[in-house]
């Protein structure tokens, strides 16, 4: 029963994070809009790598781009990148300071964009400029955020962030 709970958490979570990247902002905040649904795959293949890896991440990916109209496959290969690197540094990151965590999510956000504004540039021939990463300097305040809400729903036992 814990397990399919686990599964109901990660799901809603990626069903809010995909409602909040698609909700209309103002036009003079648009540029600000903040990568939540990349945030929200960093943190759960950090915490649950069982449940959320590579694989999953393409296909949320692919649900994103479905739901998002953008390239199929733009936000796809953004998600395994950033489940990769998770997978990869997960060791380092659990133990790192809170600063230190908050820099590599940062870092992952920037490439996560990067590499999402370079295949939308070149598929759907759009421009891709220095505006996309202005989103990214809300990502510690969303980081501590979501790490905040999220651990509220689980057990003080299984802390691992």
């Known amino acids: 029963m814990k397990k399919n709970k686990k599964i109901l ?16 902002f103002p036009a003079e905040l648009n540029d600000y809009r903040p990568a939540i649904p990349a945030i929200v795959m960093i943190y759960w293949s950090l915490k649950g790598p069982q ?26 290969l953004g998600f395994t990148l950033i489940a990769y690197a998770c997978l990869l540094y997960d060791s380092r990151f659990k133990f790192s300071p809170w600063s ?14 990067a590499v999402t504004g ?10 891709f400029t220095m505006t996309h990463f202005k989103g990214t ?6 980081w501590l955020l ?7 729903t689980e057990s003080k036992e299984n802390n691992l962030l």
């Open 9 to 24: 958490i990660i799901a809603l979570s990626f069903f809010c994070s995909f409602i909040l990247a698609v909700v209309p």
């Open 51 to 76: 449940y959320i890896g590579v694989i999953n991440g393409w296909f949320i990916g692919l649900g994103f781009d479905v739901l998002h109209g953008s390239v199929l496959g733009q936000n796809a």
């Open 100 to 113: 230190q965590q908050m820099v590599f999510v940062f870092i992952l956000v920037t490439v996560y964009i």
């Open 118 to 127: 370079k295949v939308s540039e070149i598929f759907a021939s759009g421009l």
């Open 137 to 142: 300097l809300l990502t510690p305040l969303i």
């Open 146 to 152: 979501l790490v905040a809400l999220l651990r509220r």
